[in-house]
């Protein structure tokens, strides 16, 4: 609302939120939320009115900006669990942008380059990768498979660094 020049257009977009909230699970919001407040990432208050806010607090916010797409980094755990995170894709022609940005997030963020769809990492990487692909709305085409062993293991080794 705070780019909209209009107030028509601030009440479209009040309006269509409206219905958007319609269609929301709400068995799954309250789920979500109790998880958000567990894990201390919001806060709620209690309104004078009877309502109640939630309001992200600065925990939940570096957590948030972990999954910021231009400042996301692959943790890197003291012992490497000796298994290769394999990322493989199959995007179509039409999505070829998103499939590109794809290939080059992931050369970025240090994943070795196997095929031109097929990226090795050596840690947990599920959660930043499922991220990436719903970020670029591409998330039915990317897959992430767990192994123990690879044909090219000693050279996968050599060039992350791991004994």
Known sequence: MGLSRSPRTNWHII?????????VDRRTLRRVLREFKY??????KDEDDGTVSIV????????????????????K????????????????????????ALRKKLKKLGFY????STWVFPYECSNEINFL???????QHV???????MS???????HFDLS
């Open 56 to 75: 992200i607090n600065e925990r939940g916010k570096r957590f948030a900006m972990r999954y910021n797409p231009d400042q996301i980094e692959m943790a």
């Open 15 to 23: 309006k269509n939120l409206s219905k958007e909230w319609r269609d």
């Open 143 to 149: 897959r992430v498979l767990t192994v123990e062993k």
């Open 113 to 116: 380059e196997l095929q031109k």
């Open 133 to 139: 692909a719903e970020f670029f709305e591409v998330q």
């Open 39 to 44: 894990d201390r990432l919001v806060n709620f």
């Open 152 to 158: 090219m293991d000693a050279d996968l080794k050599l």
């Open 77 to 100: 755990p003291v012992r490497w669990d000796k298994k290769w995170r394999i990322v493989v894709f199959d995007i179509p022609e039409k999505k070829r942008t998103a499939r590109d």
